[in-house]
């Protein structure tokens, strides 16, 4: 799980955009994170992208593939209540990814271990992405994924 916090140091973004240690693009401004389940997270940022304006800011992913966070302006975290979904306030001192545990090497497909990484970094994307059209792509998202479970 993606975990932040308002230590400062070498895997804060308000100094690093790259969670992984070879990167060293500053952030451009504070923060905070809506991190969803991967299955959701994913079909989300399909919806924002199909969508035909640039909605979508950068998104992360934890090692395991278990969750994705998505940036999104500082103070969203004060307001979000979007089920199935946690906003976590950065306190504008930017995100800390904690060293993850390695993915065992049977688990992660060609026996190598992933680290968190950014599946959309920073500068390919906007600064953030709006929460209100991010709510409603994690709802659609949601219904689509129902929808499916419910088709055997």
């Not at 070879?22 to 399909?46: F, K, N, W, Y």
């Not at 278990?66 to 999104?72: E, I, P």
């Not at 979007?82 to 995100?95: N, Y």
Request: charged fraction near 25%; proline fraction near 12%; hydrophobic fraction near 35%.
């Amino acid at each position: 799980m993606l975990e932040t916090g308002t230590e400062t140091g070498p895997r804060t973004t308000a100094d690093r955009h790259d969670p992984t240690p070879d990167a060293s693009a500053p952030h451009a401004e504070p923060c905070d994170l809506v991190t969803v389940p991967v299955r959701q997270g994913l079909e989300a940022v399909d919806i924002l992208r199909r969508g035909g304006t640039p909605a979508v800011g950068p998104v992360l992913h934890d090692g395991s593939c278990d969750t994705l966070g998505f940036l999104v302006p500082p103070g969203t975290a004060d307001g979000w209540d979007m089920p199935g979904s946690a906003c976590t306030r950065t306190s504008g001192r930017g995100l800390r990814i904690p060293d993850l545990p390695e993915v065992p090497a049977g688990d992660a497909g060609d026996g190598a271990a992933r680290p968190a990484d950014w599946l959309l970094p920073p500068g390919d994307t906007d600064p953030v992405t709006d929460p209100a059209v991010l709510r409603e792509a994690l709802g659609e998202a949601a219904r689509l994924i129902e929808a499916a479970d419910g088709c055997h």
